[in-house]
């Protein structure tokens, strides 16, 4: 074996049991961390799995959710009996809103009535009232 330099012999870390990071690491220590680390990874593979296969199996159409959808025929035809306020009519009822420049005005069926939703506020389109 050649004479070491300034003293020092080489060796490799696996071989002096130093961690590259510095200070001395068991052996054993390493071994464990090393399966925890590789149970994990593998119970995130199965899981990756197991959910692609869900996901080929059932149909796109039951993944969506789109048979949990409602028609809106009857929301459509429930707006048009009531009578509507205008959105005049509403900014003069609520003068707080007046000098609000309405990025998105909507009207949406809400259980059953008509609700404006101005912003992030919700108002009455029969009385004009605000709704929590």
Known sequence: MPKPLCGYQAVSFLEANVHPLGGLVKK???RNTHRWIGLVAGFQL???TISGLYFTLIPIDEIRGSHLLETSEL???????????????????HIDIVD?????????DVL????FIIDDHRYSAET?????
């Open 28 to 30: 054993r220590t390493l």
């Open 100 to 108: 609000v420049a309405f990025s998105e005005v909507t009207l949406v």
């Open 46 to 48: 199965l899981a990756w």
């Open 112 to 115: 059953g009535e008509p609700v």
């Open 128 to 132: 004009g009232k605000e709704l929590a």
């Open 75 to 93: 929301s459509a035809m429930k707006l048009g009996e009531g009578e509507l306020i205008s959105l005049s009519t509403l900014a003069s009822i």
